[in-house]
Nanobody, 120 residues
Framework: QVQLVESGGGSVQSGGSLRLSCTAS????????MGWFRQVPGKEREGVAQ???GAAFTVNGRISLSRDNAKNTVYLQMNNLTPEDTAIYYC??????????????????WGQGTQVTVSS
């Protein structure tokens, strides 16, 4: 069965950086759109970034998303973190090659989540 396992979460001070990893089992990430989402208790899950099959690296402001197909792993690099980035971060696989809109309903497989806490 498909498993996505996140790691790299933790506590960091404001302005710091974290790199989250997502390693897949029984699933080939090179053939799939991969995404990261985050959720704060009481709020809806929101998309952070996604990367298509044809891309090895994508950047969006403070965030960069990359994949290492040989390791079957996707990375989320977050810089200049603020307390507003505090959330549980989830890795997700769409189950299809192309990425569409960054919505949780577009993704079929999910990791268990990793906590990111940013203190001021």
């Amino acid at each position: 069965q498909v498993q996505l396992v996140e790691s790299g979460g933790g506590s960091v001070q404001s302005g710091g950086s974290l790199r989250l990893s997502c390693t897949a089992s029984e699933y080939t990430i090179s053939a799939s759109c991969m995404g990261w989402f985050r959720q704060v208790p009481g709020k809806e899950r929101e998309g952070v970034a996604q990367i298509s099959t044809g891309a090895a690296f994508t950047v969006n402001g403070r965030i960069s998303l990359s994949r290492d197909n040989a390791k079957n792993t996707v990375y989320l690099q977050m810089n200049n973190l603020t307390p507003e980035d505090t959330a549980i971060y989830y890795c997700a696989a769409r189950g299809r090659a192309g990425c569409t809109s960054l919505r949780s309903s577009e993704y079929n497989y999910w990791g268990q989540g990793t906590q990111v806490t940013v203190s001021s």
